[in-house]
């Protein structure tokens, strides 16, 4: 991989693509910088040019397909080439998911969904002239546990995990074009902060909550070592091996614990967020969400009756093994 | 006798390797199973055995690259167990069994090669070379000498195999180290014959079309009787007459060979008659037309005096294909004869353009071509050494200039160009040193049939090329 690495971050003003931005401006990369508040991603630039890296701005819509082509081509007259494309601007959308309207669902697909088809067939093409780059689609852990009450974004997520595990598939042949998939737990992002919000309740984010920073070096690492799924934070891991151990009463504890962790008493009046147009506020890596004391991996009691739930299962299908 | 049979898919023992047409064939059946061919097939495929090979005193490489065909060459007295339908068998079995919308069947030609290899069919040639050992002492610059020896052995190989007809040819100019011990007899099939029959019959889909290469290079030579030919030199660097009535060239180029002789006393010809390894012998057409009529196939025609007329077409056909699929086609790999990869010419998405040899008319076509083309970003060749420095031999200096023109960087792929044209390292390399100078991979597609006709209808003329429709010609007719 060459240095400075050329890289493209969608979804860059806040959150985890901001992080990831400045996490590559430390090891002073080229850094294309891509979401729809060009002040927010000028204030970025500024930030990763006083870190020691070269940035270029794109405020841009992800669902604008053409858009989103230009900037790989400009990356690669620019610099020659391109060497992680990372998609990553998402929205959210809480509620029942009986009560959402069907095309703020369609919006949601377009910007989760589409943005990252559109940035995977805008760099690919350039990819396979390089002969090699690094795809890295930032998905979630609902993406493989499923979430009630975020059915669209949860959606989205999975689609992008087809999405990752299809084209890395496909590309198999051509060994050094990687994709990589990141599914994050519960990240202090402003994307609570900004997130369409039907559900009548006020959004918070849950505990435990992990910082920005970490998915960053996650993503920063993959540069140098890409890994097919990569899972970030502690709660993450064990939700999927309790999905796949003890599905029934996973989902049943997952639903309460959604239910009362992900919202607040306080009511709420609806609102579509930053889902069709983007906030002035909340350009920053953190939603303000998580306390400097708390620890990023925390076993509240569902993690405890799972936990229970897959000893006695282990322990039921041990005892039926010997029996036999 | 099992060794002159194509058991179990097996070659059979008179395969040249190093023939074009066996080459071209064997790369193509290795694309249609999904992979690449490399080293020519008898070669490892390293950076490092190419290097050692070419540490190698020329006159070792000489008399290395001279004995490298005997093992190909067969016994004169064995001619009498050769049954030339044990290679129609032994193609068929190259090609993966299933149905294919078309299939190529005529000369040897790297274009067309790769012609077929986008298409994803295969292709059935109608010339193979099968080299036979000549008694020691034969003087390479005496082409009556090899006429008159080989003389019976070429009536038996023909009594006993009636669908052919028989091109016996000696090069002293470009094949002299192969001379010294083996000469070659080609042969043209005039029937399609019950191997490549039973293929088509098996493998192409109902109503499919058969796609007929016509080489229509001729050469003189002398006629022995209406289906044994001799033929003295061959495509490449000189024309008939200084093969046939010598020129300055040729005197220089036999004192250099130290030879006794200042031209080539060679047979009188008798007419111009298909070249023997390029050429199309149009009695097989006639065959295919018999054949596509009893069984409902098409025939389309591809008709083309020089070989590097289809060369620049095929770089066409590849270029808008490529563009087709949003893919940059700006990368030119140039190929020489034997040296040609159509797998990783579609893996790298670069546009294939061969050349024959590595002659100045080779050269010439390339250049004219490139004049005519939208320029090319990227500039690859893969040259040929044969180890004689002949008449018309390209020196490197030319292929240089050709690959860096002031505005294009272009690179020799596996050469060694200080060796050329001794660098026989370059069979061992070119494979992997075209994936490793160029990085780009690309999914292999395949090009539907509608699309190359149309594309071939439209552009074959602007190339000397002509596609027709044999039957409405017939129909005409």
């Not at chain 1, 669902?63 to 790989?72: G, L, M, Y």
């Not at chain 2, 002659?359 to 044969?386: F, I, N, V």
Request: neutral net charge; aromatic residues 12%.
């Amino acid at each position: 991989m060459p240095n400075p690495a050329i890289v493209v971050i969608t979804g860059a003003s806040s959150g985890i693509g901001r992080a990831t931005a400045l996490e590559f401006a430390k090891k002073g990369a080229i850094i294309f910088l891509l979401a729809r508040r060009k002040e927010a991603l000028d204030d970025l630039a500024e930030e990763c040019i006083a870190l020691g890296a070269t940035p270029r701005v794109f405020p841009l819509d992800v669902t604008d397909e053409e858009a989103v082509r230009n900037v790989a081509q400009a990356a690669v007259k620019e610099f020659g080439r391109i060497d992680m494309w990372v998609n990553n601007a998402a929205v959210s959308l809480f509620g029942r998911f009986e009560e959402l309207p069907g095309k703020d669902i369609r919006r949601l697909l377009e910007v989760n969904l589409f943005g990252y088809l559109y940035g995977a067939q805008a760099v690919l093409p350039y990819f396979r002239e390089q002969g090699s780059g690094i795809l890295v689609n930032v998905s979630s852990i609902v993406g493989i546990v499923g979430q009630p009450y975020t059915v669209p974004y949860s959606i989205s997520k999975s689609a992008i995990r087809g999405l990752s595990l299809s084209l890395a598939q496909e590309l198999a042949d051509t060994p050094h074009i990687r994709v990589c998939t990141v599914y994050p737990a519960v990240i202090d992002t402003p994307i609570f902060n900004q997130a369409g919000n039907l559900y009548g309740k006020k959004i918070q984010a849950p505990k435990p909550r992990i910082k920005a920073s970490k998915v960053a070096k996650t993503i920063v690492r993959l540069l140098h070592h890409p890994q097919t799924e990569v899972i970030v934070g502690g709660q993450g891991k064990m939700a999927r091996t309790a999905r796949l151990v003890a599905p029934g009463i996973f989902d049943k504890q997952f639903r309460k614990n959604i239910a009362n962790g992900h919202f607040s008493e306080e009511s709420a009046e609806p609102t579509l967020g930053n889902l069709y147009e983007p906030k002035p506020q909340f350009a920053q890596v953190s939603g303000g969400w998580k306390p400097e004391d708390e620890p990023n991996f925390m076993l509240p009691t569902l993690w405890l009756g799972i936990g229970a739930a897959v000893m006695a299962g282990l322990a039921v299908g041990l005892s039926i093994g010997r029996n036999r | 006798m099992s060794k002159y049979q194509a058991l179990d898919g097996q070659e059979p023992r008179f395969v040249a390797s190093f023939d074009s047409a066996s080459i071209m064939v064997k790369s193509l059946a290795a694309f249609l199973n999904g992979h690449d061919f490399s080293g020519l097939g008898v070669m490892p495929n390293s950076q490092w055995a190419g290097d050692s090979l070419n540490t190698l005193p020329t006159s070792v490489k000489k008399v290395l690259y001279s004995k490298s065909g005997v093992f190909d060459a067969i016994p004169p007295k064995d001619i009498g167990k050769i049954d030339t339908e044990e290679l129609a068998k032994w193609v068929t079995q190259l090609f993966p069994e299933r149905k294919y919308p078309a299939v190529m069947v005529g000369s040897s030609n790297g274009a067309l090669t790769h012609m077929a290899a986008a298409l994803n069919i295969p292709w059935l040639p109608q010339t193979f070379l099968i080299p036979v050992q000549i008694p020691h002492d034969f003087p390479v610059d005496v082409p009556k000498q090899y006429m008159r020896w080989a003389y019976p052995y070429g009536e038996e190989l023909l009594r006993l195999n009636p669908g052919i007809e028989l091109h016996h040819m000696t090069d002293p100019n470009q094949d002299r180290l192969h001379l010294l011990a083996m000469t070659y007899f080609r042969i043209k099939k005039r029937r399609l014959g019950v191997w490549y029959e039973y293929f088509l019959k098996q493998h192409l889909e109902p109503g499919g079309t058969i796609i007929v290469n016509e080489c229509t290079r001729s050469w003189p030579a002398k006629a022995l009787n209406d289906r044994h030919f001799f033929q003295f030199g061959g495509t490449g660097g000189a024309s008939p007459e200084e093969y046939y009535q010598g020129s300055e060239r040729v005197s220089e180029f036999l004192r250099q060979q130290q030879s006794p002789f200042v031209k080539w006393d060679a047979p009188e010809p008798t007419g111009e008659y298909p070249e023997a390894e390029w050429g199309f012998a149009p009695q097989l057409l006639d065959d295919i037309e018999r054949f596509a009529r009893e069984n409902g196939f098409r025939v389309q025609r591809i008709q083309f005096e020089e070989m590097q007329d289809i060369s620049g077409l095929t770089a066409e056909l590849y270029r808008n294909w490529y563009r087709e699929r949003n893919m940059p086609a700006n990368r030119l790999l140039i190929e020489s004869f034997a040296l040609l990869t159509p797998y990783w010419a579609l893996r790298t998405g670069s546009v294939p353009y061969w050349m024959v040899f590595n002659t100045a008319p080779s050269a010439d076509a390339l250049e004219s071509y490139l004049q005519k083309a939208d320029p090319y970003d990227q500039r690859y060749l893969m040259l040929l050494s044969h180890g004689t420095e002949g008449i018309g031999l390209a020196p490197i200096e030319r292929w240089q200039r050709m690959l860096h023109d002031g505005q294009n960087a272009g690179e020799f792929v596996g050469t060694e160009t200080k060796k050329y044209p001794y660098d026989f390292g370059v069979y061992a390399r070119y494979n992997q040193a075209l994936q490793e100078a160029v990085s780009a991979r690309y999914p292999i597609a395949t090009m539907p049939l509608s699309w190359f006709e149309s594309f071939m209808h439209r552009h074959a003329s602007n190339y000397g090329v002509t596609w027709s429709d044999a039957s409405a010609e017939t129909e005409k007719g």
